[in-house]
């Protein structure tokens, strides 16, 4: 396993998390994440050959409830938070260039 | 003094009439006015909505209507549980102004109790900290001494509860953000057994480790906000069924001690504690053994291992959680965005502090193509090898008894350029969130600089009954827990 996170392996993860990060972030994460992924790397040290994962700790899977319509958030309320909004829809940038979309 | 009754002695005056959810949430505020600049424990206070509220109760009780387990009693909730009155900010500009649309399960059971909520209290962002100095919007400071950190995630429930401007508080722990900071401000605080209360309306951060808990001044008053926050809501899907787990009744058995009660103890653990830790931890362990209590040695191999299968695990699911945080749908936009892909990324830089940026990217990492196994996958056959130590150890034990924190509350800025130094501060409280079992911190002693030093007990899952009557041995026979800031 790589110990040390290089400021490449920082930039891809951070466009791999959506987050763009600054050249001084970049360095600072590629020194702090290396540290941490060091001490992290202590799991070595255990035999688990034969171990099962443990994703959490209940002895309960999948839950079921009656497929039936119940009330839920109507759009006024499901808007009320957007950064924009327009005719009753959330507003981003445009996603497909002019003539591109279908 | 109104503010210095438990919340179980203030709820009675109300309910008995002989004073007014009125009279007791004026005084809170007064104590709040006096105490807030200094402390900065609160995020959002509801004055007037408080007020309002606590006349009703008055006049339900005036009415001689009946009246919930909290009739009128001021209490605070931590910032990352949705509240559909005031903001629900988690300590992040990414949610400054985000107004939830609904009450959180344990806001409603809170209200439904005929609580009063005085306000939102601080939080390191996102809950991701150990000393609250992680919040984007605020600082909180330890009632104990100003010049320390409260703990964390959860440090200003536990600094408002210790400074008495709140009766009692909810907290939140993934790791330890409960146990820690009502350890560091000497107050009593409970991490429930996963799935015992609802995470529904919590922002979720480690979705397989969090739990919602009460902060407060007595372990009596831990147990009856438990009876009212615990059970099960469908509304999440790992809150456990009531025929699988029934609700006790916390309160009725409190006084009566465990017989025959087996403390299980680590010796290798407690010898990394600070000295005084180690005394106070010690001492305690006495009182008990004074009460006929056995010590129990145990080894338990892999708790060493907790904080890195943590770091692992809890930044693996936050980083998938938190992804939701897109500049779209709720939360902060940066201005700068030009395409849709800025949206994202721009939004997220600027809206996200250090600590929540570097627990996503190590999340994104050790989930990323090449990495998954070595990483991810590992930390949940190590956090399955060190719920194997639990289990082998409540075989042979009623509870285990380990120091909360292996120091006393850090002073405001110490840790805060080695994130690595604070992710050990949490090596006693991570390994009972991985294994998902029940963990209490109450007090236990001062250092020689009267900071606060807490005991924490930890027992098998659904056990919390148990749990709260062996805290309840030793509060009885110590007054730790009345011994109240001097600010």
Known sequence: MAGRIDESQVRRVAQLARLELGDDEVSQFSAQLSGIVAYIEKLNELDTEGVEPLAHCLPVHNVFRADSVRPSLGVAQALANAPEQAEGHFKVPKILEDGSGA | MMDSLTARELRDRIAGGEVTSAEATEAYFRRIDKLEPTIGAYLSLFREAALERAGQIDR????????????????????????????????????????????????????????????????????????????????????????????????????????????????????????????????????????????????????????????????????????????????????????????????????????????????????????????????????????????????MPHFDYAISAYYVIATAEASSNLARYDGVHYGYRSPEAQDYVEVYSKSRDEGFGAEVKRRIMLGTYALSSGYYDAYYLKALKVRNLIRGDFTRAFEQADCLMLPVSPTTAFRMGEKTDDPLQMYLADVYTIGVNLAGVPGISIPCGFDETNLPIGLQIVSAPFTEETLLRIARMYEKQTDWHRKEPTL
Not at chain 2, 80 to 99: D, M, P, R, V
Not at chain 2, 188 to 201: A, D, F, I, N
Request: hydrophobic residues 40%; contains cysteine; aromatic residues 4%.
């Open chain 2, 60 to 299: 339900k009780i005036a009415r001689g209507e009946p009246v919930g387990a909290l009739a009128g009693v001021p209490v605070a909730i931590k910032d990352n549980l949705c509240t559909a009155f005031g903001a629900t900010t988690c300590g992040s500009k990414i949610l400054e102004h985000f107004q939830a649309p609904y009450h959180a399960h344990v806001v409603e059971k809170l209200l439904a109790a005929d609580a009063v909520i005085l306000g939102k209290t601080n939080l390191d962002e996102f809950a991701m900290g150990s000393s609250t100095e992680n919040s984007g919007l605020q600082q909180t400071r330890n009632p104990r001494d100003v010049g320390r950190v409260p703990g964390g995630s959860s440090g200003g429930s536990a600094a408002a509860t210790a400074a008495r401007m709140c009766a009692a508080a909810l907290g939140s722990d993934t790791g330890g953000s409960i146990r820690q900071p009502a350890g560091f401000c000497g107050v009593v605080g409970l991490k429930p057994t996963y799935g015992r209360v609802s995470r529904y309306g919590l922002v979720a951060y480690g979705s397989s480790l969090d739990q919602i808990g009460p902060v407060t001044r007595t372990v009596e008053d831990t147990a009856l906000l438990l009876q009212v926050i615990a059970g099960a809501d469908e509304r999440d899907s790992t809150s456990v069924p009531e025929k699988m787990a029934p609700v006790p009744d916390y309160t009725a058995s409190l006084d009566r001690p465990v017989e025959g009660l087996r403390i299980g103890v680590v010796p290798h653990l407690n010898a990394g504690a600070d000295a005084a830790v180690q005394q106070a931890v010690d001492a305690a362990l006495a009182v008990y053994t004074a009460q006929g209590a056995r010590l129990v040695e145990l080894e």
